[in-house]
């Protein structure tokens, strides 16, 4: 069974930072592109960040570009978005997102609320 488990939101001032993470079950992580989306109130759900299966190439929104960094650790089975000088507009429930398996499923974790205020 494929397990998308997130962590390390919380509330951050302006300017401040956070680490999320994403711990994957169930399905060859190494071998899959991940992604951070996020969804703010009353907004669609937006890509945030893309990573390869092996970390090579990495893509962002324009809106994080420069502020936000995504990674993975595939002997860990961990998916990382870290995020620098943290904007009210960042203020979101992030997700993560693969799509995997034989017939190309897509995968969502439960999400992790973020939120940037003072």
């Known amino acids: 069974q494929v397990q998308l488990v997130e962590s390390g939101g919380g509330l951050v001032q302006p300017g401040g930072s956070l680490r999320l993470s994403c711990v994957a079950s169930?399905?060859?992580?190494?071998?899959?592109?991940m992604s951070w989306y996020r969804q703010a109130p009353g907004k669609e759900r937006e890509l945030v960040a893309d990573?390869?299966?092996?970390?090579?190439?990495?893509k962002y929104a324009n809106s994080v570009k420069g502020r936000f960094t995504i990674s993975r650790d595939n002997a860990k089975n961990t998916l990382y978005l870290q995020m620098n000088s943290l904007k009210p507009d960042d203020t979101a429930v992030y997700y993560c997102?693969?799509?995997?398996?034989?017939?190309?499923?897509?995968?969502w974790g439960q999400g992790t609320q973020v939120t940037v205020s003072s």
């Open positions: 997102y693969t799509r995997a398996g034989t017939w190309r499923t897509d995968y």
């Open positions: 169930g399905f060859y992580f190494g071998i899959y592109s």
């Open positions: 990573i390869t299966d092996t970390g090579g190439i990495t």
